[in-house]
């Protein structure tokens, strides 16, 4: 950071900067005194370093974000990515989601609309499910050996339904749709969510997908790259996931915690 000049005085306020990439949070960066969070002094930074601020300009800039999380396709796309990633034994069994970063990767600052999750019981998730609904999702959850149709069918037709119903709602101010899953099964049949995607987009909404990198159905990730805005999960990999200790009878694994999640580079459509 910034330090004081060799007499002693102030650390040097550095100049705006006004150098956005595409696809980049709309505004201009600049260093202010003080913490990021608090606003004001913060005895967790030392005195006089500076802390990158985002000014977002313009009341377009930051549209409501319309959060839908479809979970079994995250979670099980991460069991096999952990699979590579993790030197932990058993890794696929044992990483879970950190339910919290991956909600403020999804959000990236913005006020939510609305923010539903799909799911499934066993009972014993209870408490995965209250820490989303504490965060301020609705969690719809079905149990899979009463379901008599595929087991994405019913939460994937859930979410597809709140979607445009959000959208014919909201139809007058319109705002971010941001999905987080890698399935475009049905396009081909004008079913699933990149139709739903497409619609949205026709009447005014703006896209945005969260889903791991090569688990994300082809066509639609390159719709999405052309009209809206991919988000690679895989980038934020150790922030939105983290590994559990070892269960009794298995291997050895001494978990990890999640990494801080940094959303300095995170785009924003």
């Not at 159905?217 to 939105?240: C, P, Q, S, T």
Request: charged share 25%; with cysteine; hydrophobic share 35%.
């Amino acid at each position: 950071m910034t330090s004081g000049s060799a007499t002693g005085g102030a650390p040097r306020r550095p100049q705006h900067k006004n150098n956005r990439r595409p696809g980049q949070l709309p505004g201009r960066l600049f260093f202010s005194p003080g913490c990021c969070l608090h606003g004001e002094k913060c005895y967790n930074h030392p005195e006089g370093e500076w802390i990158l601020r985002i000014v977002i300009e313009g009341a377009d800039a930051m549209r409501n974000a319309f959060i839908y999380w479809d979970n079994s396709n995250i979670f099980i796309e991460a069991q096999r990515l952990a699979e590579q990633m993790e030197s932990s034994p058993n890794a696929r069994q044992l990483v879970r989601i950190q339910f919290e970063n991956l909600y403020e990767l999804a959000r990236a600052g913005r006020d939510v609309g609305n923010a539903v999750v799909a799911g499934s019981v066993p009972p014993e998730l209870r408490n995965l499910w209250n820490r989303l609904e504490n965060l301020g999702f609705r969690v719809i959850l079905y149990d899979r050996e009463l379901s008599s149709r595929g087991e994405q069918e019913v939460p994937d037709n859930y979410l597809q339904k709140q979607m445009l119903l959000d959208g014919i709602s909201n139809i007058d101010s319109p705002g971010t749709i941001v999905l987080l899953t890698g399935d475009g099964a049905g396009y081909e049949i004008g079913n699933g969510f990149h139709v739903v995607l497409e619609k949205l987009h026709a009447i005014g909404w703006r896209v945005e997908v969260l889903s791991w990198r090569n688990s994300c159905r082809k066509d639609m990730r390159e719709w999405v790259e052309e009209n809206g805005l991919f988000i690679a999960l895989d980038d934020y990999y150790h922030a939105i996931t983290f590994v559990e200790q070892s269960r009794p009878g298995l291997e050895i694994s001494h978990g990890r915690y999640q990494s801080e999640l940094d959303l300095s580079d995170r785009p924003i459509s």
